[in-house]
């Protein structure tokens, strides 16, 4: 029986790690739109960075800001106070990292996802500790609506 050399290994085990989906899922950028000076936004904002988001973000008037979340399929009655593109997708409000990973990896034909309002204790919005329960919804590309994920009240 023949062992592979060190060196084949090694190259082997590196190429695997450049095509999991775990390392293709780091530094993923991500622009987000936000009214100014809002301190969810930018907690967010921190929160996506701490989880392996390369963030860009832009400042709008809340009249261009509305405007954007139309532009992007946001309907009225799921929106929240920001709106972000990565992937190809739309993210409205306090998604969690885990499911913008999710989106992407699942690749559904959708608009995106959102957390409708803003729920305290989903990311950006207080702790987790006393989070109230939520639901992530897929946006389907038809104006479909559909849970994605739940989180349940702490």
């Known amino acids: 029986m023949t062992y592979p050399t060190r060196r084949t290994f090694l190259l082997t085990l ?17 622009y987000v739109v ?23 973000f832009e400042e709008r008037s809340t009249e261009e800001l509305a405007a ?10 799921l929106v929240s106070c920001h709106t972000a593109t990565v992937g190809g997708y739309t993210i409205e409000g306090h998604v969690p990292a885990v499911d913008i990973r999710r989106l ?25 500790a006393e989070r109230e329960a939520y639901d992530v919804i897929l946006i389907g590309r038809d104006g479909s609506a559909s849970t994605f994920s739940r989180y349940e009240a702490a």
């Open 14 to 30: 590196f190429a695997l790690t450049l095509t999991s989906p775990v390392f293709a899922q780091e530094n993923l950028p991500i």
């Open 34 to 56: 936000k009214d100014p000076g809002c301190p969810c936004c930018n907690a967010w904002i921190g929160y996506l960075r701490e989880n392996g988001f390369v963030v860009s």
């Open 68 to 77: 954007f979340k139309r532009q992007q399929g946001i309907p009225d009655a």
């Open 104 to 128: 992407l990896a699942d690749a559904p034909d959708a608009i995106g996802l959102t957390v409708p309002g803003m729920p305290y204790g989903s990311p950006g919005m207080g702790s987790e």
